[in-house]
């Protein structure tokens, strides 16, 4: 398989017959993880060929390939297939992976096991998997390296999850001000290597403070007689250790940095930041909003078997539960109003879920904002004032349309009256909390995805029924 | 300003000067769009000085602040600071600004505004914009450029709009692969320039072939005797034009790319992709779900006005208005039912809302699942009999408390019953459908994140009450 590179997509072709060799294939599986192997049909011949292959083609496949596989398949599949994945890839591939597979994958190993696939990585990706391993290994691991490797590893750890230096390498190229260009070029032919993905080299004196940067292209574009110090970019965009690392992202992604520096606060160089830790921080952001809002827990793993899939879930299932059973408390109070008329059971899910839609549309809406840090504290006004502008119109269109279908219905112009009322204020109810709830969650430093989605439903679907129903009793009962 | 890039965080600082100067400052909004100041109070002095700081800030401003803050603004302040904008500077902000803005942007400018913003882009921005500009004046853009870029900027424009061709560039670096290192650095020096974020020279053959590529690195590492062929790498990764530009964005990802070569069937080279178009993909396509699932159109824009607002979202409402009715009925045909036992009335939005719930969240993860291509044939059976597992034990759990709870409550051991088979067969109904539709969706060319959350709803909506009903009709009348 010399070819599986040149053409990028191809790619999907191997990953397909990973899965089609492993799914429903109960007897290579079992035979791989050293189970007894309970299918009689299942020829020895055909399982040794089958594992053989499954072994050839992981040698093929890119770290990144075979994470990405192992997320796509089963418990026991999944486990079957990391058990032929060799040492030397599995470090990589832990890196690569999700959070959520970790568990399962380290699990397998031996804490031999888990050092030998550990040692090879750098230092970033040894610090970013330190945090969830077994502590007795982590410090195994420290004492392995170098004492100065060992104190940034440690400095690492250190860092906050969301923070730049938490995401920072230390494989970096620094030079000197005062050297020629061809001083540069003949330094680097000597280094013979340069850390991956160097689209520069940082520019420090003698105490390492940052002076500049030197793109790999000014060096290649310009007269090798010339000073680093004319024609470096003398003023780098640079980021701090504690600075967030979602707004170091944003600011990848405005001026289109392929890697950025991490300085001190005096200026002195400490590490790097570069685009795949950046895209990688997108990927996080964006799903870990898409999951909040769609109500999964961030350790929701797609193929996690049934008994951990109920533990993460439950959760969001208890509160939901909770707020219906409210809702339903509510509507308990007018009993009386409903036995007398019963056509208002019929009508009141309509007032909720309109309520339910335009609350969940417009908290998607600020979420997304909040995201693209378009919403300040100036625009916040605005937004609330248009957004019952919109509910007040919607209300008196929709809610008009659904009273006079009421009202032809159940050739009662009362309850018509009482729809139509009801609906308007149940939209004014949801888009004011739909900006009020993401907002004051801001306000006491809670991540707005978080709930919000259940929060709005909790009261629209109490608000509606309040709403509808008493506008009944008031109007309609004598 | 000198030291505005300094530090890439601080520019939140500018930005919210900007929104500080516009928001509720009527009479300068007015005042810079020509409109008589009804303000009394506000002094020209006043007005002139805070517009004259607003064009320096803009002068300071990256095109991607400047976007990012037209499309923080509300229409009025959005339309006020686009005047204010330089028009060397505004071909560069609408290629950084959102589609959903373009639209109040260009109509405030004149045919010629347009042609003298767009002339200093990139043939690859300029196709890009075009396709949204009235057609008279693409054909004037396209007459004021040189033959050959007329006919790149006409190809692009041809591929479709999810496809690698429609986002490569056509600036690129080639080099020949018999030549010396040496020789590569004297032509690069000769030609001045690169093309932004370039990380390597594509080697081609003198039919234009792609024999190779060699990393700017490679090119600095290694003696400047040696030729390119010895170096290069020959089997570098690839991209057609008319590949899917999403699954390019995940090779990215993947191989840790900066920029990849884009041939033709033959294996010329045709241009190049980058991984600036590759992010502004990312944040695309998480977009796109995360506003389809929330109910959002493409069009959203957040500052947009009440009406535009109102137009957006009507679709939504009305197909959500529909299936609310259509549940309304359902429990229609029930009221016999409730008004001999209008408790019944209160219980039936618990099973409703519960079933929908677990529908989203298994809709949600499903979604996910193929945003990050996790999904396959082979392994739907799987999601689709742990879902029901998670279903089934979930219903067991939480219907019987329900069930325990309702009979406590109405001291009815009959209702608790029917209350608990109702939410487990809610769950399971909820479940089925939460994989079965996204799923279907796409076996039939639609994307699974566009409405997949309403019809959920409908279902469980109208399910859970008529399988509520149906049973309290069953078991509970006599």
């Not at 080299?201 to 000073?227: C, I, M, W, Y």
Request: with cysteine.
């Amino acid at each position: 398989m010399p070819a599986i590179k040149q053409h990028a997509l191809q790619l999907t072709g191997l990953r397909r017959q990973v899965l089609g060799l492993l799914l429903a294939n109960r007897p290579l599986v079992d035979s791989i993880l050293g189970r007894p192997v309970r299918d009689a049909s299942a020829a020895p011949q055909v399982i040794s060929d089958q594992t053989a292959r499954l072994v050839a083609i992981q040698r093929h496949l890119h770290a990144a390939d075979l994470a990405d596989l192992l997320e796509s398949l089963p418990h026991d599949e999944r486990l079957a297939f990391w058990r032929l994945v060799g040492n030397d890839k599995r470090g990589k591939t832990l890196v690569e992976a999700s959070e959520s597979v970790w568990e399962s994958l380290i699990a397998e190993m031996s804490n031999g096991d888990i050092l030998k696939a550990i040692r090879p990585l750098d230092v970033d990706e040894q610090a970013y998997l330190a945090r969830y391993l077994p502590r007795d290994l982590v410090g195994r691991i420290l004492t392995s390296l170098e004492p100065h490797r060992r104190a940034q590893v440690r400095a690492m750890m250190n860092f906050d999850r969301d923070s730049v230096g938490h995401h920072m390498d230390f494989e970096l190229a620094a030079i000197r001000p005062d050297v020629s260009l061809a001083t540069v070029q003949r330094y680097l032919r000597w280094r013979k290597t340069l850390p991956e993905n160097t689209d520069k080299l940082f520019v420090v004196d003698r105490h390492n403070l940052l002076v500049g940067e030197l793109a790999l292209s000014t060096l290649l574009l310009n007269p090798l007689d010339k000073q680093v110090m004319d024609v470096m970019d003398p003023r780098p965009t640079t980021f701090r250790a504690e600075d967030r690392a979602e707004d170091a992202a944003g600011a990848f992604e405005r001026y289109d940095l392929i890697t950025a520096p991490v300085v001190d606060n005096k200026g002195k160089l400490m590490g790097r930041l570069s685009i795949e830790h950046v895209v990688d921080l997108f990927f996080e952001e964006n799903d870990s909003n898409l999951r909040n809002l769609g109500g999964l827990s961030p350790s929701e793993d797609i193929f996690a078997p049934v008994r951990k899939t109920v533990r993460t879930r439950w959760a969001w299932l208890a509160v939901n539960l909770c707020t219906a059973f409210i809702a339903s408390r509510v509507i308990g109070l007018f009993e009386g109003t409903i036995s007398q008329l019963v056509s208002l059971a019929a009508l009141m899910p309509i007032v909720a879920g309109i309520g339910g839609n335009t609350g969940n549309q417009t908290i998607t809406m600020i979420v997304r904002a909040l995201a693209l840090r378009q919403l300040e504290k100036g625009n916040a006004v605005f937004l609330l004032l248009r957004e019952l502008g919109v509910a007040v119109i919607n209300g008196l269109v929709w809610g008009g349309i659904m009273g006079v279908v009421t009202w032809l219905l159940y050739r009662d112009a009362g309850l018509g009256g009482v729809m139509m009322l009801a609906m308007l204020l149940n939209l004014v109810l949801a888009s004011l909390m739909g900006v009020l709830i993401p907002l004051t969650m801001i306000k006491v430093g809670h991540d707005p995805a978080v709930g919000s989605s259940v929060m709005i439903t909790a009261v629209t679907d109490t608000g509606g029924f309040f709403i509808f129903l008493g506008l009944a009793t008031l109007f309609l009962m004598h």
